[in-house]
T-cell receptor, first 111, second 116 residues
Framework: LAKTTQPISMDSYEGQEVNITCSHNNIATNDYITWYQQFPSQGPRFIIQGYKTKVTNEVASLFIPADRKSSTLSLPRVSLSDTAVYYCLVGDMENDYKLSFGAGTTVTVRA | GAVVSQHPSRVICKSGTSVKIECRSLDFQATTMFWYRQFPKQSLMLMATSNEGSKATYEQGVEKDKFLINHASLTLSTLTVTSAHPEDSSFYIC????????????FGDGTRLSIL
């Protein structure tokens, strides 16, 4: 499983853009990068997934450079309800797409 | 789309009881389901991978006789915690993914298990 490294915590204010960068130096050729959000006492919620370049959906953007050794999740104009733990994961295609969760990044949004 | 339902959401029972947790994919067929455990202030820890119609694959250190997993259909997997003890108290979360390549895992809302 490709190991990922991301900051333990980030603080922000309402209305700001939050960018969380994750490194995954050992990503395999066919692996995708997936980001999840988790609130206390809930299961992780899928945010976005990408393979290369840029992916955008209604809640976030994912930027992946050409070497794919890192990725950046961008949350535009965060609100208090975006306070959560964000996990960056790389699926192991050769192994049922298993995911190995790290500590994640705790994002705290303040008023 | 891609909704995973987990039931029950909370269980409180006496030591020695066996507890069954269900995980259902409501609007897709899940070739593979996963079971995780999460202790307070910690990350998710994968317990086992379950493929429909075959035996589950357990992670190192997870007792297969303690945590029985059944994945009898493409929409249902169950985790049974046998003879549960207080140290088994935790937050158990399942996930499921579709057959198609590169589809992400979608997670249930978890089951809070408390053993008295």
């Amino acid at each position: 499983l490709a190991k990922t490294t991301q900051p333990i915590s980030m603080d922000s204010y309402e209305g700001q853009e939050v960018n969380i960068t994750c490194s995954h130096n050992n990503i395999a050729t066919n692996d995708y990068i997936t980001w999840y959000q988790q609130f206390p006492s809930q299961g992780p919620r899928f945010i976005i997934q990408g393979y290369k370049t840029k992916v955008t959906n209604e809640v976030a953007s994912l930027f992946i450079p050409a070497d794919r050794k890192s990725s950046t999740l961008s949350l535009p104009r965060v609100s208090l309800s975006d306070t959560a733990v964000y996990y960056c994961l790389v699926g192991d295609m050769e192994n049922d797409y298993k995911l190995s969760f790290g500590a994640g990044t705790t994002v705290t949004v303040r008023a | 789309g891609a909704v995973v339902s987990q039931h029950p959401s909370r269980v409180i029972c006496k030591s020695g009881t066996s507890v069954k947790i269900e995980c259902r994919s409501l609007d897709f067929q899940a070739t593979t389901m996963f079971w995780y455990r999460q202790f307070p202030k910690q990350s998710l820890m994968l317990m086992a991978t379950s493929n429909e119609g075959s035996k589950a694959t357990y992670e190192q250190g997870v007792e297969k006789d303690k945590f029985l997993i059944n994945h009898a259909s493409l929409t249902l997997s169950t985790l049974t915690v046998t003879s549960a003890h207080p140290e088994d108290s935790s937050f158990y979360i399942c996930s499921a993914r579709e057959r198609t390549d590169n589809q992400p895992q979608h997670f249930g809302d978890g089951t809070r298990l408390s053993i008295l």
